[in-house]
């Protein structure tokens, strides 16, 4: 058994990438809602069979945030030269806009950006952001995180070894899973505001939303990769067209019940 990210594995398989997440694509929620009751289980399955795996969603950390940058960023042409530290589709995105994409691990990460190796870096949310301190070596920390809007974790087992399991071992696998997909969430919900409340309270950095321009820009790469890769490969291509389809659906019925809900409540907040 082993518990990853499935985009990890998109060199294997680009529709990988949608077992966790896609740039601009579902958020939490409505990854959620296509794994579980829109099909994406069945996909994944068969994906994942002809490596002998199966896996169930098990965590979410939900939309992630955009990034930490020590230059400003204004339009997609600030990106010309910038040097990132960004993994995966999100990577071959920012190298489409013109940055110059590193990979590194976490541990490494906290320096490069001290030293100016990087000009910025992606990573998850305020929770985990403030722990690896890049509050104290990074002046803009930008939302939203375009990249991953709801990256899912996974719980895979073999298959045949699963297959072979009594069936209460085998709900015990799903259960379990479940509840790591609700409690992550959960977590990090409760815990990101805190430590961005934290870290703007310090007064060091500058919170920015990302231009809308600059995002229409960069989902035109996107749209562009998604295209090519459904070209090259039949089985990405179906399910990028029911994945679609899906997004489309559930983001008619949010833009009128959730997205309406949460711009009155937090407007008046405001």
Known sequence: MGHTASYYYVGKNPAHAFFTTVPFGLNAQQQNAWLESGGGQEFWNELNAG???????????????????????????????????????????MSRAGAN????????????????????TDWVGPYDDEILGFNKVAKFYYAPGWHEPGPTLGTYVNLDVYNGLPEDIKNAIQVASKAANLQMLADYDAKNGPALQRMLGEGSIELRTFPTEYLKTLEGFANEINEENAAKDAFFATVYENWLKFRDEIRAFHKISEFAWLDYAIGQQE
């Open 51 to 93: 490596d002998n795996l199966i896996a169930f969603a098990a965590g979410n950390t939900g939309v992630q945030m955009g990034g930490w940058f020590n230059k400003e960023i204004n339009s997609a042409e600030d990106l010309q030269g910038l040097t990132i530290r960004i993994p995966g589709l999100g990577g071959q995105i």
């Open 101 to 120: 994409v590193q990979v590194l691990p976490g541990g490494e990460i906290y320096l490069a950006l001290e030293r100016g190796t990087i000009d910025a």
